[in-house]
């Protein structure tokens, strides 16, 4: 069977990563989460003073892009794929609250997204493989044969999140993960270089009310439906 390209866009907390990364494992295709390249990024501006009051240093940033690698280790004991930066296991790092209070700002310079852009072609050369993010089907691969916009209220995915937060042993409050969800959609859905949005020919999913398995049995659908002629 031909080998496609799943692309699965949608807000922060949507719960993609978790379907992107079930619907791979089921298929058989290599999972690539982009948004964990944006964290790392963020996470070597934050480690590298560009950070300061809050105010990030672009032009700083900018110079340092040919020095930042990007890799994942596949999936180890703990079933998640890890995050490399600069061959260092940053997985536990780029998921805290710090490095998700700047990941926007830094998602939005056009040069970082350039050079990711390019590292996530690469990724998907020989196809066969389920990538999320925000903007996997509009620019990335606006070619994927099968394109997945996920949807949720802002309320719903900050409660997953703080969920997710506590079982890591992180101590958050509801109310300012729901702030930094807004804030992240505002800046996400409205930056000049490639915002959010719904490529025109991608399936909408609301996963409001829809539990896991639900998901996975519509994805399969979908992704059977596409691969059916090939
Ligand atoms: O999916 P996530 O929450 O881990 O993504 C972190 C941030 O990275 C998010 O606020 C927006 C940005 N991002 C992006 O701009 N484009 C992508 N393809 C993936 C993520």
Redesign the pocket.
Known sequence: MKKIIVAI?GY??SG??TMARDLARRIGYVYV???????AVTLYALRHGMVVDGHLDIDALVKDLPEIGISFRAAGDDGVQHTLLNGEDVEKEIRTMEV?GM??PV?AVPEV?HRLTELQRGFGRDRGIVM?????GTT?FPDAELKVFVDASAEVRAHRRVKELLEKGEITDYESVLANIRE?DR??TTRKE?P?KKAEDAVVLDNDRMTIPQQMDWLMEKFAERTKNN
Do not use: E, F, P, T
């Not at 999320?132 to 996997?136: A, C, H, N, S």
């Open positions: 866009d922060s907390s993609k990563s989460d982009s948004g964990a390249m944006y964290r998700s990941v926007s998602a997204r999320d993010g925000r903007d996997i990335v992240r800046i996400d490639s959010l």
